[in-house]
């Protein structure tokens, strides 16, 4: 079946540091992939989507590009921010329009 | 603030009780998303409803039921309520039945059974 495993965490940086979050996915056919931002007490928040292989979204700085050889849609930033400490989700939709999320890994940047 | 609202904010009932979650999508959107996120189960896809279709079902219990209604409000019902069920839920709605299309999630509600 469909799944989507992301990196555990929490993850702490220090502000100007460099960010990887690691997301593999399983699926049939030819998902779309996304990655959404909650911010404590609020709803979730498109970061970021590619609808097909080898496309990159970006968003705010960050980016991710979807790779079918290796199933992953890693998510990446240069220079985090304090602004940026929140939980980060990525997803698959697959064609039955059918929502996957992974575990969320929790972002603390610390100044 | 996304527009998409949702009443009430807090709910706690007993096991056993139904309650009824209520979603307003953002004026213009035709698709509405359920979703619950509790600590055990992470993010669950519940249902989705396109004007006043439903679209596609995810993990959704048999206890648990949706309707969208012409004004393209939604609600989930939940009845049989048991612990497990005690969760956030969110709503999102999306201009399209396309799930590529960007959706604009709800503040939750935070349901808790005791």
């Known amino acids: 079946g469909n799944s989507v495993t992301q990196m555990e965490g929490p993850v702490t940086l220090s502000e100007e540091a460099f960010l990887t979050i690691n997301c593999t996915y399983t699926a049939t056919g030819y998902p779309s992939l996304f990655w959404y931002v909650q911010y404590p007490g609020e709803g979730l928040q498109l970061l970021l989507k590619?609808?097909?292989?080898?496309d990159k979204g970006s968003n705010k700085g960050f980016e991710a590009t979807y790779r079918k050889e290796t199933t992953s849609f890693h998510l990446e930033k240069g220079s985090v921010q304090v602004s940026d400490s929140a939980v980060y989700f990525c997803?698959?939709?697959?064609?039955?329009?059918?929502?996957?999320f992974g575990t969320g890994t929790s972002l603390t940047v610390i100044p | 603030d996304s527009g998409v609202t949702q009443t009430p904010k807090h709910l706690i009932t007993a096991t056993g009780q139904r309650v009824t979650l209520r979603c307003s999508p953002r004026?213009?959107?035709?698709?509405v998303y359920w979703y619950q996120q509790s600590l055990d189960q992470g993010l669950q896809f519940l249902i989705q409803y396109y004007n006043g279709e439903e679209r596609a079902k995810g993990n959704i219990l048999e206890r648990f039921s949706a309707q969208q209604f012409p004004d393209l409000h939604s609600e989930l019902n939940l009845s049989s309520l048991e612990l497990g069920d005690s969760a956030l839920y969110f709503c999102?709605?999306?201009?399209?039945?396309?799930?590529?299309?960007?959706?604009?999630f709800g503040p939750g509600t935070r349901l808790t059974v005791t």
């Open positions: 997803a698959l939709s697959d064609n039955g329009n059918q929502f996957y």
């Open positions: 590619a609808t097909k292989a080898d």
């Open positions: 999102a709605s999306s201009v399209s039945w396309d799930t590529t299309y960007e959706q604009y």
């Open positions: 004026s213009g959107d035709l698709s």
